[in-house]
C-alpha cells in the first residue's frame, strides 16, 4: 500500500466551476498535510497547508482534513484556466518522512 | 520567505561529463534538503535526502558514487552528477525544509540536464 495516493486523472472542470481534489494516506497517525501544485516543466510551490481536522480556507483554495477517514482534499472555487496544473499531495507521517503522491493533473476548460 | 535557490537553470552537456547543481535556502536554515528527478509526464522521484553535516541517504536503485551529494553547511547542499551520459538527462529538483517537525518542502526551481 502506497503512503500517500492520489486519482492521476485527468480531471477535467468548465471555468467558474468547483474542482475537487483528493487524497488518501496510509499512517493514521500523521500529523502534517500539504497541497503543491505543479506546472508543466517548472518544480512544485507550496499552496496549502493543513494539521487540523476540518477545512482551512485561503482565498480561492480549501483544503479539508478528515483524519478518521485517512484523507485529505483540496477545493478550488471559481476555477480559472490557469489553474491547470498537476496537484501533488504530501504527508509527513509518524516516521519523519516525507511522502508526496503521484499528482492529480487538472485541466479548467474556457 | 522559504526561498530556495537552485543554480544553474538548465545545463547542457557531452556525455561523460560532470556536473554539479547547487541549491541554497535563501533566508531560513535547511536542516534537511532532498534531490528529486522528473521525467517528462513522470511524477517526482526522490533520489537522497541528506542532513546538514551527514552522508546523504540514497533511495533504493540510485547509485551514492553516480550521485554525489553534499550538504556542508546549513544552507547549501550540491549535487554532482558524475561522468553524465544522455540517459542521465532529466528535471533535477531540490527542496529544503527547516529543522522543526512537520514543516513543509519549499522547492527550487530545479535544473534541466541534457546530456548530448
Known amino acids: 500500500q502506497k503512503e500517500v495516493e492520489q486519482n492521476s486523472g485527468p480531471l477535467s472542470v468548465p471555468e467558474g466551476a468547483i474542482a475537487s481534489l483528493n487524497c488518501t494516506y496510509s499512517?493514521?497517525?500523521?500529523?502534517?498535510f500539504f497541497w503543491y501544485r505543479q506546472y508543466s516543466g517548472k518544480s512544485p510551490e507550496l499552496i496549502m497547508f493543513i494539521y487540523s481536522n476540518g477545512d482551512k480556507e485561503d482565498g480561492r483554495f480549501t483544503a479539508q482534513l478528515n483524519k478518521a477517514s485517512q484523507y485529505v482534499s483540496l477545493l478550488i472555487r471559481d476555477s480559472q484556466p490557469s489553474d491547470s496544473a498537476t496537484y501533488l499531495c504530501a504527508v509527513y507521517n509518524t516516521g519523519n518522512q516525507f511522502y508526496f503522491g503521484t499528482g492529480t493533473s487538472l485541466t479548467v476548460i474556457p | 520567505g522559504a526561498v530556495v535557490s537552485q543554480h544553474p537553470s538548465r545545463v547542457i552537456c557531452k556525455s561523460g561529463t560532470s556536473v554539479k547543481i547547487e541549491c541554497r535556502s535563501l533566508d531560513f536554515q535547511a536542516t534537511t534538503m532532498f534531490w528529486y528527478r522528473q521525467f517528462p509526464k513522470q511524477s517526482l522521484m526522490l533520489m537522497a535526502t541528506?542532513?546538514?553535516?551527514?552522508?546523504?541517504?540514497?533511495e533504493q536503485g540510485v547509485e551514492k558514487d553516480k550521485f554525489l551529494i553534499n550538504h556542508a553547511s546549513l544552507t547549501l547542499s550540491t549535487l554532482t552528477v558524475t561522468s553524465a551520459h544522455p540517459e542521465d538527462s532529466s528535471f533535477y529538483i531540490c527542496?529544503?525544509?527547516?529543522?522543526?517537525?512537520?514543516?513543509?518542502?519549499?522547492f527550487g526551481d530545479g535544473t534541466r540536464l541534457s546530456i548530448l
Open positions: 541528506s542532513n546538514e553535516g551527514s552522508k546523504a541517504t540514497y
Open positions: 527542496s529544503a525544509s527547516g529543522g522543526r517537525r512537520n514543516q513543509p518542502q519549499h
Open positions: 499512517d493514521r497517525g500523521s500529523q502534517s
